[in-house]
């Protein structure tokens, strides 16, 4: 048994299949269809298919690169989780991708879409939604160890983030107004991140498993945080953040214990006041760690 359809689904094929044309016709790859299939290196797909199902791809780890015919409108969540993709053309009528429908795909450096896609688009290998407001995924294994988030950005998706293996800094800029969780979970390299100064919610897992990090700064704005959302920074020594978000969160400071620690902001005027020439006051902005300890 090579491959078993069911009405217009392909449900399953065999594990030691190394490369399938799929019948034309069928128009659904059903739920863990090619599962642990870790010697499939080829797949053609036929021009009626319409959705991908939950980790229809699951474990193909020797599967490098496809080709999505442009009727494919559905992809689920973690539909190829742990495959070994490395470049991926999303279909012209994509309409849904579930989140995490490339999660742990470590080998990924590059997406596309066509122009003609209405959901979707593409820029340097990196996915967003069309209008580029939004990141949906930042393929893990992308080159470089630096990225400036756009400042047409103002959300950052679910996992976009996840499992990268190359990024050290991300500069985000003041448009960010909303991290999805786990939108940098395992992000091993990642040392150097500033949030969003208009973020007012930090969600669950959001900076999980980030081995790297040692210090982050808290913005005042943020209303509430998660007690998730550095689980896992086992080298994370510092949390900066401001007495207004410590009396909004004793439980976050509770849970993070002395690794949390108030900062207190100062002005210009506020050093103009204690007599401070401007050179006193230029040697203290060279000698701050944080640049957040100073409002300009």
Do not use: W
């Not at 299949?17 to 016709?25: A, F, L, M």
Request: aromatic share 10%; charged share 30%; with cysteine.
């Amino acid at each position: 048994m090579k491959a078993k359809y069911k009405k217009n689904t392909l449900e399953s094929v065999s594990k030691d299949v190394t490369k399938i044309k799929i019948e034309e016709g069928c128009e659904s790859i059903g739920p863990k269809a090619f599962a642990d299939c870790d010697k499939l290196e080829e797949v053609i797909f036929p021009s009626t298919l319409k959705s991908i199902s939950f980790q229809a791809f699951l474990n193909c780890n020797s599967l490098k690169t496809i080709c999505l015919p442009n009727s494919v409108k559905i992809i689920k969540r973690g539909a190829f989780e742990n495959s070994g993709l490395i470049k991926i053309k999303l279909s012209d009528d994509l309409e849904t991708l579930d989140t995490c429908a490339f999660i742990s795909c470590n080998n990924l450096e590059e997406i596309t879409v066509s122009d003609k896609n209405n959901f979707f688009s593409t820029e340097n290998g990196i996915l967003f939604n069309k209008d580029k407001t939004k990141i949906v995924l930042y393929p893990a294994n992308r080159k470089g160890n630096f990225y400036k988030i756009p400042d047409s950005i103002i959300v950052i998706g679910e996992n976009a983030f996840g499992d990268n293996n190359n990024l050290e800094k991300i500069k985000m800029s003041d448009y960010v107004i909303f991290l999805e969780s786990c939108a940098f979970l395992n992000s091993k390299k990642l040392k150097d991140i500033n949030i969003s100064k208009n973020i007012d919610y930090l969600e669950m897992y959001t900076f999980s498993n980030c081995e790297s990090l040692e210090k982050i700064v808290i913005p005042e704005n943020v209303m509430f945080a998660d007690l998730d959302t550095f689980i896992g920074d086992k080298n994370l020594k510092h949390i900066y953040t401001t007495p207004k978000f410590k009396e909004r969160n004793e439980d976050f400071f509770d849970y993070y214990g002395n690794i949390c620690e108030v900062i207190k902001k100062i002005t210009i005027d506020d050093l103009l006041d204690k007599g401070k020439d401007f050179r006193q006051i230029n040697k203290i902005f060279k000698e701050a760690k944080y640049k957040e300890n100073i409002l300009l």
